[in-house]
């Protein structure tokens, strides 16, 4: 019954590495949205995708990037981690608005530590 | 900026009680709003929506109101079990499918 995925529940990275998430759907949908979770300022968008080969920027871009090369998969890469991107990240995907986001499905998460 | 806040940051109710989660936004051209679930170590469950053309909508023991005029939306939980322990988020739309976040209440259910 798995709907969205995530490559890894937990990583520890260190300053200035490259880092890779990745974020995995079944369902076909078109949209899918990479945010952060950070205790008091609830979630924030990163990135989000609108179709394969589409991206466009959320509230807080900065020090990401994405890729949308399968319509299934969604990345989110840190092109040189620092220790502020420390955080939870989850992704999420979902078919149209207009059929309602109670078709909206999230991963689990990836916790990562930037040391 | 844009914001939708919540006014506890935890909530401690009794097995069997009536629950009651508030949030504002303050974007008054937002028309979707949702509640979510999330519990420990998961990601953010789909609860209930609601659209502005509406005040009220109920799932199964859960209601979910929304007052335009003052830009406030609440989620009632009726009969709350230890199950329902968990965080609950608030989330608008206004604009093209870019969702604006509640910070989360703790929802503490004691037996």
């Known amino acids: 019954d798995v709907k969205v995925t995530q490559s890894s529940r937990y990583l520890v990275k260190r300053t200035g590495e490259k880092v890779f998430l990745e974020c995995v759907q079944d369902m076909d949908h078109e949209n899918m949205f990479w945010y952060r979770q950070d205790p008091g300022l609830g979630l924030r968008l990163i990135y989000f995708s609108y179709d394969v080969k589409m991206k466009e920027k959320g509230d807080i871009p900065e020090g990401y990037s994405v890729s949308r090369e399968k319509k299934e998969r969604f990345s989110l890469i840190l092109e040189s981690a620092s220790t502020n991107q420390t955080s939870m990240y989850l992704c999420?995907?979902?078919?149209?608005?207009?059929?309602?986001?109670?078709?909206?499905?999230f991963g689990p998460g990836t916790r990562l530590t930037v040391l | 900026g844009e914001s939708v806040g919540l006014h506890l940051p935890t909530l401690s109710v009794q097995e069997g009680d009536n629950s009651i989660i508030n949030c504002a936004y303050s974007n008054s051209a937002s028309d979707y709003f949702i509640w979510y679930k999330q519990e420990s170590g998961k990601g953010p469950q789909f609860i209930i929506d609601i659209r502005s053309n509406m005040d009220k909508r109920q799932g199964q023991r859960v209601t979910v109101l929304l007052n335009k005029t003052v830009k406030h939306l609440s989620l009632q939980i009726a009969a709350t079990q230890p199950g329902d322990s968990a965080v609950y988020f608030c989330a608008s739309i206004s604009g093209f499918q870019k969702l604006v976040f509640g910070t989360g209440t703790r929802l503490l259910v004691s037996p």
């Open positions: 999420a995907s979902y078919r149209t608005r207009d059929r309602g986001l109670n078709e909206q499905f």
